[in-house]
């Protein structure tokens, strides 16, 4: 398998622009994770689904951000509009079922530099 | 709710030396206890986990660690660090019906001297 694949890899866009991530999580895995990680406040759980459904959104930093998993293969995390602060990496992460033994498989995760 | 510290932010070993990753974790149940390794560049990677059964477990690239329910503690060890083992470090819990939710600590960078 390909493993979670994100795009694009690196971003650089100025204030106030709209920016879209991507991921597509392995096949077949039902929970998908969004986090940010920034050197001051080190790897944050943004959003997570399971079977398509936002299960617990409450670490999205504000209404700029929104996440949407139309099916089971794509999920996206929008900024709009984006600011420098949210500069970071953003990484997306797919378990097989959601279950809390489950490893969490990550993936290359996108830089966002924000002008 | 559930929290994760890993006091050590940046820890430095020379190639050959023993290492230890120190983890103390705040769970109110049974804690599923994780260590993820992150590559310059790269996403996180699972070292090893503990869910049940035998406290001592066994990960990938040689790395152990040991659930201490008592001292809340998940620490990681290495007898002989390599200097590829240079990266950094994360802990982790989950547990419940969180539909595989973790909680990370901070992370700590571990940097190995020729």
């Known amino acids: 398998d390909a493993g979670v694949i994100q795009s694009p890899r690196h971003e650089v866009t100025e204030m106030g622009q709209e920016v879209t991530l991507r991921c597509k999580p392995i096949?077949?895995?039902?929970?998908l994770f969004w986090y940010r990680q920034t050197m001051m406040r080190g790897l944050e759980l943004l959003i997570y689904?399971?079977?398509?459904?936002?299960?617990?959104d409450s670490g999205m930093p504000e209404d700029r951000f929104s996440a949407k998993m139309p099916n089971a293969s794509f999920s996206t995390l929008k900024i709009q509009p984006s600011e420098p602060r949210d500069s970071a990496v953003y990484f997306c992460?797919?378990?097989?079922?959601?279950?809390?033994?489950?490893?969490?498989?990550f993936g290359p995760g996108t830089r966002l530099l924000v002008l | 709710a559930q929290s994760v510290t890993q006091p050590d932010i940046h820890i430095t070993v020379s190639e050959g030396a023993s290492l230890e990753l120190r983890c103390n974790y705040s769970y109110g149940a049974t804690p599923y206890l994780f260590w993820y390794v992150q590559s310059p560049g790269q996403g996180l990677q699972l070292l090893l986990k503990y869910f049940s059964g035998d406290t001592l477990v066994q990960g990938i690239k040689g790395f152990e660690a040991e659930f201490k329910r008592s001292q809340s503690s998940f620490n990681l060890r290495k007898p002989s660090v390599h200097w590829s083992d240079a990266a950094e470090y994360f802990c982790?819990?989950?547990?419940?019906?969180?539909?595989?939710?973790?909680?990370f600590g901070q992370g700590t960078i571990l940097t190995v001297h020729p």
């Open positions: 689904f399971n079977n398509n459904v936002p299960i617990d």
């Open positions: 096949s077949g895995h039902n929970s």
């Open positions: 992460a797919s378990t097989p079922y959601g279950r809390s033994q489950e490893t969490q498989y």
């Open positions: 982790a819990v989950g547990g419940g019906t969180s539909y595989g939710k973790l909680t």
